[in-house]
T-cell receptor, first 113, second 112 residues
Framework: GENVEQHPSTLSVQEGDSAVIKCTYS??????FPWYKQELGKGPQLIID?????GEKKDQRIAVTLNKTAKHFSLHITETQPEDSAVYFC????????????FGKGTKLSVKP | DTAVSQTPKYLVTQMGNDKSIKCEQN?????MYWYKQDSKKFLKIMFS???????INETVPNRFSPKSPDKAHLNLHINSLELGDSAVYFC???????????FGQGTRLTVV
């Protein structure tokens, strides 16, 4: 089955700096890669996603890149703000008959004012 | 309107009890899931339902049983609760299997 590795487990940046979180996946059939943000006491919330036919996607300060050959994808947050502090999860799925979102172990991002 | 809602938000119970967590989605999605998040924040899939049929059970003890009375609801029933069952349980739904998933707010279960 699919296995998703996520690094780093914790990340601390100064406000205004960029943050990068990286994930690798094992199943070459995976074709959908979302990123979730989880704030304290809340459920994970989708912030951006990418499909395997696209190499990069941007939404304001957030971008995701995908390298299918290397089977890794990354989340980039520019001009970080204190409200970006949260736990971020990457996930992968193949959407097939056994398709499920398999999550990485999360990255706790702290943005210091 | 809340897209995916689950109740209760908090549940404290003694070992050996039986409890249920309810989940409802108003998004018209075909697939619903239960995830368990442990103290280290790891999110693990427990069940997924598509059109009222269980399609995956990820080696979860049979003390856990999902029940779906209709497409909009997926409840989680747990028998003979154990200390190790303490965790946050999340319900989620998506338009299709493995697609964009929307999560509920979670139910924090504490077994004492």
């Amino acid at each position: 089955g699919e296995n998703v590795e996520q690094h780093p487990s914790t990340l601390s940046v100064q406000e205004g700096d960029s943050a990068v979180i990286k994930c690798t996946y094992s199943d070459s059939a995976s074709n959908y890669f979302p990123w979730y943000k989880q704030e304290l006491g809340k459920g994970p919330q989708l912030i951006i996603d990418i499909r395997s036919n696209v190499g990069e996607k941007k939404d304001q300060r957030i971008a995701v890149t995908l390298n299918k050959t290397a089977k890794h994808f990354s989340l980039h947050i520019t001009e970080t703000q204190p409200e970006d502090s949260a736990v971020y999860f990457c996930a992968a799925s193949n959407g097939g008959s056994q398709g499920n979102l398999i999550f990485g172990k999360g990255t706790k991002l702290s943005v210091k004012p | 309107d809340t897209a995916v809602s689950q109740t209760p938000k908090y549940l404290v119970t003694q070992m050996g009890n039986d409890k249920s967590i309810k989940c409802e989605q108003n998004l018209g999605h075909d697939t619903m899931y239960w995830y368990k998040q442990d103290s280290k924040k790891f999110l693990k899939i427990m069940f997924s339902y598509n059109n009222k049929e269980l399609i995956i059970n990820e080696t979860v003890p049979n003390r856990f049983s999902p029940k779906s009375p209709d497409k909009a609801h997926l409840n989680l029933h747990i028998n003979s609760l154990e200390l190790g069952d303490s965790a946050v349980y999340f319900c989620a739904s998506s338009p299709q299997r493995g697609g964009k998933a929307f999560f509920g707010q979670g139910t924090r279960l504490t077994v004492v």
